[in-house]
Nanobody, 120 residues
Framework: QVQLVESGGGLVQPGGSLGLSCAAS????????MGWYRQAPGKQRELVAV???????NYADSVKGRFTISRDNAKNTVYLQMNSLKPEETAVYYC??????????????WGQGTQVTVSS
């Protein structure tokens, strides 16, 4: 079994910054891609950023230059630093990890989500 636990969400004013973290635990041999997604009310879940095992990254066009994804492989943790936040980025943010946990435990896992609210 693999668990992902997110932390760091909350309320921030427009233009402010917020950092999220997501720690994976359980039967983990290695983690390939790790990523952050978000889902606003009434909208589909969308990709925010991903980071591959080698450290390369991809970002949604809407967050390029403002958000930074990083990971600590020793801690099985992925981070998302969000700057210059906008009200329309209010959403539940989810982390995702592509885990190699051996037979029966490998696959894509999701965290429970953390609420980010951007409002004055």
């Amino acid at each position: 079994q693999v668990q992902l636990v997110e932390s760091g969400g909350g309320l921030v004013q427009p233009g402010g910054s917020l950092g999220l973290s997501c720690a994976a635990s359980g039967r983990i041999f290695s983690i390939n891609t790790m990523g952050w997604y978000r889902q606003a009310p009434g909208k589909q879940r969308e990709l925010v950023a991903v980071i591959f095992s080698g450290g390369s990254t991809n970002y949604a066009d809407s967050v390029k230059g403002r958000f930074t994804i990083s990971r600590d492989n020793a801690k099985n943790t992925v981070y998302l630093q969000m700057n210059s936040l906008k009200p329309e980025e209010t959403a539940v943010y989810y982390c995702n990890a592509d885990v190699d946990g051996g037979v029966n435990y490998s696959g894509s896992y999701w965290g429970q989500g953390t609420q980010v609210t951007v409002s004055s």
